[in-house]
């Protein structure tokens, strides 16, 4: 079965551009959420989607959005990037019970961005 | 704010040595922790996970041990191999937070030949 996959790996932008990123999550996986990993903060939740719903929402500015696709394929989007927005972000789905239980989440191996 | 640079603790173990990793979490609430791997250039990869009703869980070479009174998580590795070298994560979940995990700050393990 193939893994979460994010496109694209790598991407260089400028300040005060916009940038939007892609997540397949695993087959049959709903629920998609999304990371910021930098040496600064760590990783840290942006938001999480399901069933084309946004569940859960992070910390983080408004510039920071998302959404998700009937095929559960995700995509986020930054606006007005700015220096500190350079990170890895990482992808991650999991199945999603209907019972509510806990599921684990798969982890893609994320896209750099790099703002200058 | 000002963010701060993240300083990761090192452990160093000799190959075939067993290794522990221990990770303090924030939230007594919550429920579900997980265990995760990340190589240089790769995203987290699951390792393993225990609920809150558990104080042990064991998977192939790993363990996972729950305190939940002092609210403490550890990983212990049987027989550490040059493989294991990565930055190993403990992430937290409140249920009623949905799939939001709270990450700690991580731990470099280097494996020595």
């Known amino acids: 079965k193939a893994g979460v996959t994010q496109t694209p790996r790598y991407l260089i932008k400028t300040r005060g551009q916009q940038v939007t990123l892609s997540c397949s999550p695993i087959s049959g996986h709903r629920s998609v959420s999304w990371y910021q990993q930098t040496p600064g903060q760590g990783l840290q939740f942006l938001f999480e989607?399901?069933?084309?719903?946004?569940?859960n929402k992070g910390n983080f500015p408004g510039r920071f959005s998302g959404r998700q696709f009937s095929n559960s394929r995700s995509e986020m989007n930054v606006s007005t990037l700015e220096l500190g927005d350079s990170a890895l972000y990482l992808c991650?789905?999991?199945?999603?019970?209907?019972?509510?239980?806990?599921?684990?989440?798969?982890f893609g191996p994320g896209t750099r961005l790099l703002v200058l | 704010g000002e963010s701060v640079g993240l300083h990761l603790p090192t452990l160093s173990v000799q190959e075939g040595d067993n290794s522990i990793i221990n990770c303090a979490y924030s939230n007594s609430a919550s429920d579900y922790f997980i265990w995760y791997k990340q190589e240089s250039g790769k995203g987290p990869q699951f390792i393993i996970d225990i609920r809150s009703n558990m104080d042990k869980r064991q998977g192939q070479r790993v363990t996972v041990l729950l305190n939940k009174t002092v609210k403490h998580l550890s990983l212990q590795i049987a027989a550490t191999q040059p493989g294991d070298s990565a930055v190993y994560f403990c992430a937290e979940n409140v249920m009623e937070y949905g799939n939001k995990l709270v990450f700690g700050a991580g731990t470099i393990l280097r494996v020595k030949s």
């Open positions: 989607y399901f069933s084309e719903t946004q569940r």
């Open positions: 991650a789905s999991s199945l999603l019970s209907l019972a509510g239980g806990k599921e684990t989440q798969y």
